[in-house]
């Protein structure tokens, strides 16, 4: 297999790439001036259509149809960059962002040209305070270059561009949440239809990409349609970036093609190149934590966007994988996962805002010591009781909350039974006692 040439990643070590001088004199731009001075908005479209282009958010939504739902006699377009990655173990954009932010601001020109956008707002999550420094700068050079504003390249086109930066609510991810703090308003989903496109920001029509997304663009364009189409496999085209945490040699983000297998990723020597002091792996979160878990004998899964359905994960998710070693007590696994969507539901829907937070105390009680074998089956019981798919929630996040809880109980069922088994007698009662009523949380968790 021919080893693979970076091109999201290709400026990562060149010296003084933030700035506008270094990205120009590697060509910088330049697909966008040659895009916005001798296509029309349809063919850039289209050709992002023939690309094969999906979305790098989570929900891997064909990039170009997207577009393609705007309304035709439109007057007004926004498009709201995706930057909050609040996706637990994702930091791909933030690397972008940090090392080449002029590629992003490339692709929002091209991409904002092709949707007719006349504003375009960068939604960034706060605690990306290093990361909004490097992005302003590098945004107020390029206006100061006229390349945003009035007559960019001396074509019609005009388009401005702005940063706003979010309160760090892992709602906020979702595009009508985003769309909604962005407006001032509490960030939390609306009910759709109507869809962005239709009825977006300020009621306007909106389209919503994520950071990778975007930088794809730029590509696609500086090197072909059919040159992005070679890279990947069947139904999952082109590059990708991949996170890697956990306890692994070289934690980092790493970019490969799509369809990458999970050990690979994890193994291999270009990637995180095996387990620190001969740990061995228990299992793997490969796309964000709410696409579920992989256990040690389905680590040959091919990261794309169709292959990790075969393994009752809920998608490739933002390609952020978290490693669990063989030593981690799985019980508190379940528990910092449940803890994490209890806290972050923003509570509009009934199911999503008490089923988060029962699950959370149920995987608590597990962790504690005082589980039941039926706590496993309630568990099973709720993640199919909540969410978009079966048609209860507005969002997914109760989807994102679901498959990590179900796959893990599934997975891993025996190990939790036996820990279960080995209870001390009484546990239960003596838990209950030390429990906070009102938070159901100890002071420290899985304090003994």
């Not at 790439?17 to 029309?40: D, H, W």
């Not at 990458?260 to 299992?283: N, P």
Request: glycine content about 10%; some cysteine; overall charge neutral.
């Amino acid at each position: 297999m021919p080893k693979f040439e970076p091109v999201l990643l290709k400026n990562l070590a060149v010296e003084n790439i933030r700035t506008l001088k270094t990205y120009q004199s590697r060509g910088g731009y330049e697909t966008a001036r040659k895009v916005l001075t001798t296509m029309t908005p349809d063919a850039v479209i289209e050709q992002v259509k023939n690309s094969g282009l999906r979305g790098r958010g989570g929900a891997g939504f064909p990039c170009g149809m997207k577009w393609s739902f705007l309304p035709p006699n439109r007057e007004i377009t926004y498009l709201c960059v995706n930057a909050d990655e609040s996706e637990p173990g994702t930091f791909c954009n933030r690397v972008l962002m940090e090392e080449d932010p002029h590629q992003l601001l490339e692709g929002i020109l091209i991409s904002g040209f092709a949707t007719r956008t006349t504003n375009a707002y960068i939604y960034m999550r706060v605690e990306f305070h290093e990361q909004f420094h490097i992005l302003q700068k590098a945004l107020d050079e390029a206006y100061a270059a006229g390349l945003f504003g009035k007559n960019i390249f001396g074509s019609p086109y005009s388009m401005n561009c702005y940063i706003h930066r979010g309160a760090g609510a892992y709602v906020c991810g979702e595009e009508t949440g985003l769309i909604e703090s962005l407006e001032g308003k509490r960030g939390w989903p609306r009910i759709k239809p109507p869809f962005p496109a239709i009825e977006g920001l300020f009621r306007r029509p909106t389209v919503v990409n994520n950071v990778e997304t975007l930088c794809c663009v730029v590509h696609i364009f500086e090197r072909g349609a059919e040159w992005f189409k070679s890279i990947g496999t069947e139904g999952s085209a082109g590059p990708k970036l991949f996170t890697v945490s956990g306890p692994v040699n070289k934690p980092g983000c790493f970019e490969a093609p799509l369809g990458l297998s999970c050990r690979d990723l994890i193994f291999g020597d270009d990637y995180g190149r095996g387990m620190k002091d001969g740990k061995k792996v228990k299992g793997c979160i490969p796309g964000g934590l709410s696409v579920g878990v992989l256990t040690e004998s389905e680590l040959d899964c091919k990261l794309d966007f169709d292959d990790v359905r075969k393994y009752g994960l809920l998608g490739l998710g933002t390609a952020g994988a978290i490693v669990i070693p063989h030593d981690a007590d799985i019980r508190q696994v379940l528990a910092n996962i449940t803890r994490f969507y209890s806290s972050e539901s923003c509570g509009q829907c009934t199911q999503c805002r008490e089923g988060t937070n029962w699950a959370y105390k149920i995987a608590l009680r597990i962790a504690l010591g005082a589980g039941r074998m039926a706590d496993l089956d309630l568990l099973e019981e709720i993640t199919t009781n909540m969410g978009m798919m079966p048609g209860l929630s507005i969002c997914g996040l109760p989807d994102g909350a679901c498959y990590p809880i179900r796959t893990i109980v599934q997975k891993f069922r025996a190990e939790f039974e036996d820990h279960i088994r080995k209870q001390e007698p009484h546990r239960v009662e003596t838990v209950l006692k030390r429990l906070n009523p009102a938070t159901y949380e100890l002071p420290i968790l899985g304090v003994r």
